[in-house]
């Protein structure tokens, strides 16, 4: 998200904003999130998110693959991060991971290797 915040601020020509806790809760889509924290403002039927676009489906590995090859050699485009980081968080571990819709409408991991792999 910091990554995110910093391109978006020098396409606008202006200083990053300082990311605050809410930011993050806010930024996780609601396939992905843990537990069972939501927030929105009393009397809007909606819930509160700076996310627009949620999980990839399973169709849009072979772009996700590319994004994240693109963000291992530092070349991403705002699109990529969007792509990544718009479900919520990282999945953790040695390797880059991320959720996908599969064929059957579940909730899955795609887990990308290196170029260097075996």
Known sequence: MRRAERRRAEKELRA??????TD???????????????????????????????VPKL??????????????????SDEDLLMIFAPGSSLGGARPKASVIDQYGQLS????????DE
Do not use: C, H
């Open 16 to 21: 990053p904003r300082t990311l605050f806790e």
């Open 59 to 76: 169709v849009e590995l072979g772009k996700l693959l590319g994004v994240t090859e693109r963000i291992l050699r530092d070349e991403e």
């Open 109 to 116: 991991i795609a887990k990308s290797s290196k170029e260097n």
């Open 24 to 54: 993050f809760l806010l930024g996780v889509a609601d396939e992905t999130r843990l537990g069972a924290f939501r927030s929105r403002y009393p009397g809007d039927a909606g819930f509160l998110s700076s996310t627009e676009s949620g």
